[in-house]
T-cell receptor, first 112, second 115 residues
Framework: AQRVTQPEKLLSVFKGAPVELKCNYS??????LFWYVQYSRQRLQLLLR??SRESIKGFTADLNKGETSFHLKKPFAQEEDSAMYYC??????????????FGKGTKLSVKP | GAGVSQSPSNKVTEKGKDVELRCDPI?????LYWYRQRLGQGLEFLIY????????KSGLPSDRFSAERTGESVSTLTIQRTQQEDSAVYLC?????????????FGEGSWLTVV
């Protein structure tokens, strides 16, 4: 079964500290993985996707097929990074998307 | 419009009443999606449309839920005989095409409270 697990409901760090939001997935084929972010009072929006291998707002995420993980990392957290972060999986890489499967989300709180 | 628009933004209804939620996707987006998010839970996929066709309705929680879409524009999600467990945020999203390379854009959601 397709599943996305985000083990931490809440992650609290101090400004300038490194941050890692964990995401593990279960899928037998070749999934496409995403991170979505929802800032306070804003709509859910795409942060990054694994196929782009890009860094957005200092965040990076590497797909580890051996560990079936797609952890989101940032070396130095900023207060404006405080938000809800959702890991998501699309089950048909390069094909019909149909739907995204989301994890339950991790609330990141960056303290001054 | 510039983004996905949903209405109403907030709805309080009595148990047993029917509600209709509306979604206006981004102009030109052929794919449209509905998700539900209960308090403290993740996003639960409900249904998607490719044009006005919904190939897979298995994500709808019960036969009280239905959705339709007119062409490649407005979609409505209807919940009949609402129950308290239907209380949630209902999120609509759209993408240019139904392929994984296309970014999905979300609306702000419709908050439904069943009392």
């Amino acid at each position: 079964a397709q599943r996305v697990t985000q083990p931490e409901k809440l992650l609290s760090v101090f400004k300038g500290a490194p941050v890692e939001l964990k995401c593990n997935y279960s899928y037998s084929g070749s999934p496409e993985l995403f991170w979505y972010v929802q800032y306070s009072r804003q709509r859910l929006q795409l942060l990054l996707r694994h196929i782009s291998r890009e860094s957005i707002k200092g965040f990076t995420a590497d797909l580890n097929k051996g560990e079936t993980s797609f952890h989101l990392k940032k070396p130095f957290a900023q207060e404006e990074d405080s938000a809800m972060y959702y890991c998501a999986l699309s089950g048909n890489y390069g094909g019909s998307q149909g739907n995204l499967i989301f994890g339950k989300g991790t609330k990141l709180s960056v303290k001054p | 419009g510039a983004g996905v628009s949903q209405s109403p933004s907030n709805k309080v209804t009595e148990k047993g009443k029917d509600v209709e939620l509306r979604c206006d996707p981004i102009s030109g987006h052929t794919a449209l999606y509905w998700y539900r998010q209960r308090l403290g839970q993740g996003l639960e996929f409900l249904i998607y449309f490719q044009g006005n066709s919904a190939p897979d309705k298995s994500g709808l929680p019960s036969d009280r839920f239905s959705a339709e879409r007119t062409g490649e524009s407005v979609s409505t999600l209807t919940i009949q005989r609402t129950q308290q467990e239907d209380s949630a945020v209902y999120l609509c999203a759209s993408s240019r095409q139904l392929y994984s390379g296309n970014t999905i854009y979300f609306g702000e959601g419709s908050w439904l409270t069943v009392v």
